[in-house]
């Protein structure tokens, strides 16, 4: 997953708003069409990134594949249509 996860760029930012409902539905559906997604935290967000991925992975039921610095890896096979296939 880690290997997968180093060529794609982040697709949502979380700032000094932090985390919310409408946030939460857009990384949900992004996880359904895309599997593995990037999050990034920005520098005026007083979030700590482990604290953040481990509320957002449960809020929306993926694993948080790792953390690196201030970006987050999530991943959730889709229930529809599976793209990446865990050994």
């Given at each position: 997953?880690?290997?997968?996860?180093?060529?794609?760029?982040?697709i949502?930012?979380?700032?000094?708003?932090?985390?919310?409902?409408?946030?939460?539905?857009?990384?949900?559906?992004?996880?359904?069409?895309?599997?593995?997604?990037?999050?990034?935290?920005?520098?005026?967000?007083?979030?700590?990134?482990?604290?953040?991925?481990?509320?957002?992975?449960?809020?929306?039921?993926?694993?948080?594949?790792q953390?690196?610095?201030?970006?987050?890896?999530?991943?959730?096979?889709?229930?529809?249509?599976?793209?990446?296939?865990?050994?």
């Amino acid at each position: 997953m880690r290997a997968l996860g180093t060529g794609i760029d982040p697709i949502f930012q979380i700032g000094k708003g932090g985390l919310n409902e409408n946030l939460i539905k857009q990384l949900d559906d992004a996880l359904e069409a895309r599997e593995l997604i990037k999050v990034k935290i920005l520098t005026n967000s007083d979030e700590n990134p482990k604290e953040v991925g481990g509320e957002i992975a449960l809020a929306i039921g993926a694993e948080l594949v790792q953390v690196i610095g201030k970006c987050l890896l999530f991943f959730r096979p889709s229930k529809k249509k599976p793209k990446i296939e865990l050994p």
